[in-house]
């Protein structure tokens, strides 16, 4: 833990958030509304399916303006309101972001990044392929589920010889516990394994992604109630800031703090893979 935190200010990762979250933010509101878009085409609803990706916690999500889905929901009916300005945008902001996020996973685990530029341009949208793919199956199972739950719930036999607090408790730690933390696991398992220019043990990966995707979940849920009943800057901001732009502040205070988790687990798998290394050499 000693090791992870000093390496962690060595590598100046915090500089390194800061700069990652500035271009989550650029390409944040186009990515937004496409995927409003094509989830309304699945599930009918854009709110649900922000919900169903399992990135936020309810607290969160009260905080919102409610204002926040209404337009969400108007873009999402016609995708051309964005414009090509407005996607090609987005793309390049998101070059930017996974392009920093590459160069600073590969300078924590001292890896050379001097690829070409179509490699490195592959390994940037593979990335975010494979994000989106793992997004599109949050969605689908939550959506499985809950129309799973709803049959549970209609049946006769589970009304009659099953306590209703029973079902509840496991539908509960399903979506709230398992669905999230299953998720968190998968991406940063899947930066940790496959963006270092070095080859990462698949244990030194696993452990890593397990540690820093249990300390997000737990984040998430702390960083909503901190904000709502604690922090003075979020109280402060509700009352000053009303409506979207309180929004925009706590998206980008959580964004900025989830990156400082997700380098921090890439310095505790950088340590762990060095030693299994010297453990096999």
């Known amino acids: ?67 926040f889905f209404q337009r969400i929901q108007a873009v999402s009916k016609n995708i051309t309101n964005l414009g090509w300005f407005g996607l090609i945008g987005s793309l390049v902001a998101a070059s930017f972001l996974f392009s920093n996020l590459i160069y600073a996973i590969n300078f924590i685990f001292k890896a050379t990044y001097q690829k070409s530029f179509v490699y490195n341009r592959l390994m940037e949208y593979m990335i975010m392929f494979i994000i989106g793919i793992i997004l599109l199956i949050s969605l689908s199972i939550t959506a499985i589920w809950t129309a799973i739950h709803r049959t549970i719930r209609e049946s006769p036999f589970v009304a009659t010889h099953i306590n209703p607090k029973i079902v509840s408790l496991i539908d509960n730690f399903f979506l709230q516990y398992l669905i999230p933390f299953t998720l968190t696991f998968l991406v940063f398992f899947s930066l940790y394994k496959l963006i270092p220019e070095v080859k990462v043990h698949t244990r030194a990966a696993v452990i890593a992604a397990g540690v820093a995707a249990l300390l997000w979940e737990v984040f998430k849920r702390f960083f909503a109630f901190y904000v709502a009943h604690i922090s003075a800057i979020g109280i402060v901001l509700s009352k000053l800031l009303q409506g979207t732009l309180t929004s925009i502040i706590f998206f980008l205070l959580w964004i900025s ?11 505790l798998a950088a340590v762990l893979n060095e030693r299994i290394h010297q453990q096999h050499a």
């Not at 990515?31 to 399916?49: D, I, Q, R, W």
């Open 1 to 67: 833990m000693k090791i992870t935190i000093r390496k962690f200010n060595e590598d100046r990762c915090g500089n390194f958030a800061i700069t990652i979250s500035y271009f989550a933010l650029l390409c944040s509101v186009p990515l937004v509304a496409l995927f409003a878009y094509m989830s309304t085409k699945l599930l009918g609803n854009s709110e649900l399916a922000f919900r169903s990706l399992n990135i936020f916690s309810d607290e969160f999500f009260a905080k919102l303006d409610p204002y």
């Open 257 to 267: 703090f989830s990156l400082v988790i997700l380098l921090w687990g890439a310095e």
